[in-house]
């Protein structure tokens, strides 16, 4: 059974990037896009954007010119970078697994989830 | 972006209860729309995918219908560990969007 977790900074700047990893147990990476989620009390659920396993990426159009996704299949983890950020950027940030294949579309596995909060 | 609306926001039922979650989109999303569960500090779980396939594991008095804009989660007899906040989300196109919640709450 797949596993995911997530890894890095709970506290960051203003202004500063954040960075975060994603490692992913268990099962391959093949196939699958490889999602960063968030969530907030202001804005509820929100989709970042994804990596597919050959490295093509899709993101968020309002988060589009701060995030930068990556992955690593030797190490079998992906990551996120979101720039610039401010307080707006305060959210518990989810990794998740999501099957797209016809007729099957879905995010069946996640991360427990970090905590990121953004304060001088 | 497409908006996913749900109806109600919370709710109060009882064990036993027969529960009904609405969720509408702005647009048609054909039947590309997936049910989750969260619990308190918890990440969300898949319950429902592509409107009614039950996913693996998950009880069956979870069901889900619909298409095209109208959307519903039904909880045919409440149980206690299902009292949490339920979420849609809709996979037809980008940037995929989430409803904003519906808790389900002990009467």
């Known amino acids: 059974q797949v596993q995911l977790q997530e890894s890095g900074p709970g506290l960051v700047k203003p202004s500063e990037t954040l960075s975060l990893t994603c490692s992913v147990s268990?099962?391959?990476?093949?196939?699958?896009?490889w999602t960063w989620i968030r969530q907030s009390p202001g804005k509820g659920l929100e989709w970042l954007g994804y990596?597919?396993?050959?490295?093509?990426?899709k993101y968020h159009p309002s988060l589009k010119s701060r995030l930068t996704m990556s992955l690593d299949p030797s190490k079998s983890e992906f990551s996120l970078k979101l720039s610039s950020l401010t307080a707006d950027d305060t959210a518990v940030y989810f990794c998740?697994?999501?099957?797209?294949?016809?007729?099957?579309?879905?995010?069946?596995?996640w991360g427990p989830g970090i905590l990121v909060t953004v304060s001088s | 972006a497409i908006q996913m609306t749900q109806s109600p926001s919370s709710l109060s039922a009882s064990v036993g209860d027969r529960v009904t979650i609405t969720c509408r989109a702005s647009?048609?999303?054909?039947?590309?729309l997936g049910w989750y569960q969260q619990k308190p500090g918890k990440a969300p779980k898949l319950l429902i995918y592509?409107?009614?396939y039950l996913q693996s594991g998950v009880p069956s008095r979870f069901s889900g219908s619909g298409s095209g804009t109208d959307f519903t989660l039904t909880i045919s007899s409440l149980q206690p560990e299902d009292f949490a906040t339920y979420f849609c989300?809709?996979?037809?196109?980008?940037?995929?969007?989430f409803g904003q919640g519906t808790r389900v709450e002990i009467k």
């Open positions: 268990g099962g391959s990476i093949s196939n699958y896009y």
């Open positions: 647009q048609g999303i054909k039947n590309d």
């Open positions: 592509t409107t009614s």
């Open positions: 998740a697994r999501r099957v797209a294949t016809k007729p099957i579309y879905c995010y069946d596995s």
């Open positions: 989300h809709q996979d037809f196109d980008y940037p995929l969007t």
């Open positions: 990596i597919y396993y050959t490295g093509n990426t």
